[in-house]
């Protein structure tokens, strides 16, 4: 049985980077890997691809300028070491979105599991479907600021 998921301790785990470099989705990935708060088991490499992998299946773009790559197989062992990003590009870039909008932020999800991954990503379909969430992704808002809005769901 995977245990609940909690949103805002993965995002506080992961946290917020802004200012992400690249003119293509895997540039964006490239230059994240690179900066983002990685478990010790992970290197950036491992990141890159799996981002890479998945995005070469099909486009991760959500619409409304977000986007929510991941690898198509669990990065991680550990439970404990689940967490979440949230980067905001320098500038937007074209993820083949359904509404053909630029992808301005990604929400990156590692997960320990397959069960753990979908979990996650229906909190954050959830989340996506709240005005305030996407109000704060558009403002690019900080973990602070973001993490509240986390709490209510």
């Known amino acids: ?9 993965y995002l506080r785990a992961g946290g917020v980077y802004r200012d992400i470099e690249g ?13 983002v ?38 990065l991680l062992k550990n439970p404990k070491d689940q967490r979440i990003f949230i980067c905001y590009l320098k500038n937007p870039i074209d993820m083949n979105a359904m509404d053909n909008k630029k992808v301005q932020t ?4 590692l997960s320990s599991s397959v069960q753990s991954h979908l979990q996650i990503i229906s909190l954050l379909a959830q989340l996506l479907s709240k005005s305030d969430f996407k109000k704060a992704l558009e403002l690019k808002l900080g973990l602070n600021e973001i993490y509240p809005l986390i709490r209510r769901i």
Request: proline share 11%; net charge negative.
């Open 1 to 9: 049985m995977v245990p609940d998921a909690n949103i805002g301790e």
């Open 106 to 109: 990604l929400i990156i999800p």
């Open 23 to 35: 003119d293509s989705p895997f540039e964006v990935f490239k230059s994240l890997s690179e900066k």
């Open 37 to 74: 708060n990685l478990p010790s088991e992970i290197l950036p490499v491992n990141l890159y691809e799996g981002l890479c992998a998945r995005e070469a299946v099909l486009s991760t773009a959500v619409g409304n300028g977000i986007a929510i790559p991941h690898s198509q197989q669990p």
